[in-house]
Every structure is written in C-alpha cells, then in structure tokens.
C-alpha cells in the first residue's frame, strides 16, 4: 500500500475547496466577529459576565458548526449554501452541551498541569524542599508537552 505525501494530500483539499473558500471565510469571519462584539457587549456586566460570555459563545456554535457541516458536505457532492447552518439550529442544545463538555476537558487537563507548577513553585520557595519543588516543576513541564502532543 503506498502512503501519499502530506504536500499532495493538502494540495489535493485546497484544490477541492477552491470554490468554497469566500463562503467559508465570510461566513467564519461574521461568526467571529459577531462572537466578539457580544462578548465585549456581555462582559461589561459584571457578576453574569462570564456565564453570559460562555453562553453567547455556545449558541455562536450552532452556525459555525452548520458551517463545518456544509464543507463536508461539499467533499460529498451537496452544494454549500446558508441551508447547511440553518439545518444545525434544531440541533442548538447538542452543540451547547458539546461545547460545555470541551471546555470541561480543556480545563481539567490544564488544571492536571498547572497543579504540580503551583505546588513546585512554593516548594522552592524553602531551601529543604528547593530540590523537590524543581522535580515538580518539570514534571508540570513535561505534562504540558503532553498536553500539547495530545492538542497535535
């Protein structure tokens, strides 16, 4: 079985996405940057700030999600057009929830690596446990990069 080469391989995707390249960047860009402007609006409360924000960041989900699917939809032979985001708004409480439980798992894998740099960085505070502090701290290194390849 012979492997293709990652050069034609993206070659091969950017010469089938050609066509669709001004919907999908329009359509990722007014997205973003509708994300942004309500953020910014949501943040200046201050106390349901941050829940509003991850809220109004969810929901924005529902489109760019519709987005995604209409590009693989594309690679399937079904045209890109709007109906491909609309088709996505029943389905808003799945994409939400989705959502929820990817930031869960982001914050839970950085909370296992920041907790050995905390602890470390106290320990070295002390000259007894100066030595131990720094073992923890590069085991907290050495989980990021963990973290990082399993990001890759």
């Known amino acids: 079985m012979k492997i293709t080469p990652a050069a034609i391989l993206r070659a091969r995707a950017l010469d089938a996405l050609k066509e669709t390249w001004p919907i999908?960047?329009?359509?990722?860009?007014?997205?973003?940057?509708a994300s942004y402007v309500l953020n910014q609006v949501v943040g200046v409360i201050p106390v349901l700030g941050a829940f509003l924000g991850f809220l109004v960041t969810a929901l924005l989900m529902v489109p760019m999600m519709g987005l995604t699917k209409?590009?693989?939809?594309?690679?399937?032979?079904?045209?890109?057009?709007?109906?491909?985001?609309?088709?996505?708004?029943?389905?808003?409480?799945?994409?939400?929830?989705?959502y929820l439980w990817e930031m869960l798992y982001m914050m839970g894998?950085?909370?296992?690596?920041m907790l050995p740099m905390l602890?470390?960085?106290?320990?070295?505070?002390?000259?007894?446990?100066?030595?131990?502090?720094?073992?923890?701290?590069?085991?907290?290194?050495?989980?990021?990069?963990?973290?990082?390849?399993r990001a890759a």
């Open 119 to 149: 602890i470390g960085s106290v320990m070295m505070a002390s000259e007894t446990m100066g030595t131990l502090g720094i073992l923890l701290m590069l085991a907290g290194l050495v989980l990021m990069l963990v973290l990082a390849f």
């Open 70 to 98: 209409g590009v693989l939809g594309y690679y399937r032979g079904k045209p890109l057009t709007l109906d491909s985001m609309k088709a996505m708004f029943p389905h808003w409480q799945k994409v939400c929830l989705l």
């Open 109 to 113: 894998w950085i909370a296992l690596v």
């Open 24 to 33: 999908t960047l329009a359509g990722s860009a007014l997205i973003n940057l």
